[in-house]
């Protein structure tokens, strides 16, 4: 698995697909915790900043043969920020401590680009034809930004394992690490019906992994709430603070702290959308406590949907431990308030579904 050293840039730049990606400004490298860095100020002054997407933010990223250009940069890696929506360009990440077997089965799986990852893990990159994308699984490449395989849990629903693999479709980034399989032909979907079949075959199990989630997003978007105004004044800030302030937050800032990362076999974001899904639980209870009681009912009453995916915000942020994507935006929102709003739309959701179950039985 470590017979395949990094190639030259220029080799990398002429397997077919990624030749095809090179124009596209999406491009940039990764730190040694495999943060994209702001590739403009890095061509420019040879600092490193992260890479930050963001409104009022000039583009961080480039062109790859821009970073080709730079001699300087001859040895390090490239990554590329995924979009499918656009080009139907997806990667399969293989995590270093999957099974040899999986590892071989992506190692020989027909990609138009392969190699293996910095500790040991396998990366493919694939264009997926159009013919083969169809209203079951269209909404993977539009939608989706990763899928991640599911993992068995225990008895208190942590994960038992990390996940072996994951799909990257949109909006995240492939870090390569140029140790390309050489030797390997590139697939082509266009004449070799085997490859087709083998990826089609691969685009149905994941649908199929993927469908309870599905599922669940689906729900969740009924209750969507509008957060396209990001501050708020102080005064309802105040009132946001005073509601959290109540007693009857106790349990909930105490079961926020009590998961770590760990616990969800290193996944950060994970272990950040569970937290997310907890705090909101006590947030929607306590509201409706709030509004049967008379001493608080006024201030209940004062407090939006979209104030309440606030309160889940604030809690979050002094629940879990700082990180550098919290600098990232998502859909115009700092990540962790992308996070708490998914919280409350999904938490809400699931308050109405078990009502609904209640009433029909």
Not at 24 to 33: A, F, Q, Y
Not at 186 to 204: H, M
Not at 205 to 226: G, W
Not at 306 to 324: C, F, H, N, S, T
Request: charged residues 30%.
């Amino acid at each position: 698995m470590n017979t395949y050293p990094m190639v030259h840039p220029l080799l990398f730049s002429q397997n077919p697909l990624i030749t095809k990606l090179s124009a596209d400004p999406n491009w940039t490298v990764s730190d040694n915790e495999k943060r994209p860095v702001n590739a403009k100020v890095l061509l420019e002054t040879y600092e490193v900043y992260n890479a930050k997407l963001g409104e009022n933010k000039e583009w961080p990223l480039v062109t790859l043969p821009e970073l080709d250009a730079d001699e300087n940069l001859e040895c390090v890696n490239r990554a590329y920020r995924l979009r499918a929506r656009e080009n139907r360009v997806i990667a399969i990440d293989v995590e270093p401590i999957a099974p040899d077997w999986m590892k071989h089965q992506v190692l020989h799986f027909p990609a138009q680009y392969t190699e293996l990852s910095k500790n040991g893990g396998v990366h493919a990159l694939i264009l997926v034809p159009e013919y083969l994308i169809n209203d079951d699984n269209r909404y993977l490449f539009d939608d989706l930004s990763v899928f991640k395989e599911p993992v068995p849990k225990d008895k208190n629903g942590k994960d038992m394992r990390s996940a072996y693999f994951e799909v990257i479709f949109n909006d995240h980034y492939l870090t390569f690490t140029k140790r390309m399989l050489t030797g390997k032909p590139c697939a082509d979907y266009e004449n070799d019906p085997v490859a087709v079949q083998i990826l089609e075959s691969f685009l149905i199990k994941i649908f199929e992994m993927d469908y309870k989630k599905k599922a669940e997003r689906e729900i969740a978007r009924q209750y969507r709430i509008d957060m396209i105004d990001r501050e708020l004044d102080e005064q309802k800030q105040a009132d946001i603070r005073l509601f959290l302030d109540m007693e009857i937050f106790d349990k909930a800032r105490a079961k926020s702290i009590e998961r770590k990362t760990h616990d969800f076999g290193g996944d950060a974001s994970r272990y950040e959308m569970s937290v997310a899904n907890g705090i909101a639980f006590y947030v929607i209870r306590n509201h409706n406590i709030a509004l049967d009681t008379d001493s608080t009912r006024e201030l209940a009453e004062s407090l939006s949907e979209k104030d309440l995916a606030y309160a889940i915000y604030l809690m979050l942020q002094g629940a879990v431990p700082p990180r550098e994507k919290h600098d990232e935006y998502r859909n115009d929102m700092p990540w962790l308030l992308f996070t708490s709003k998914r919280a409350y739309e999904y938490v809400k959701a699931k308050n109405d579904q078990r009502k609904t179950h209640r009433s029909k039985s």
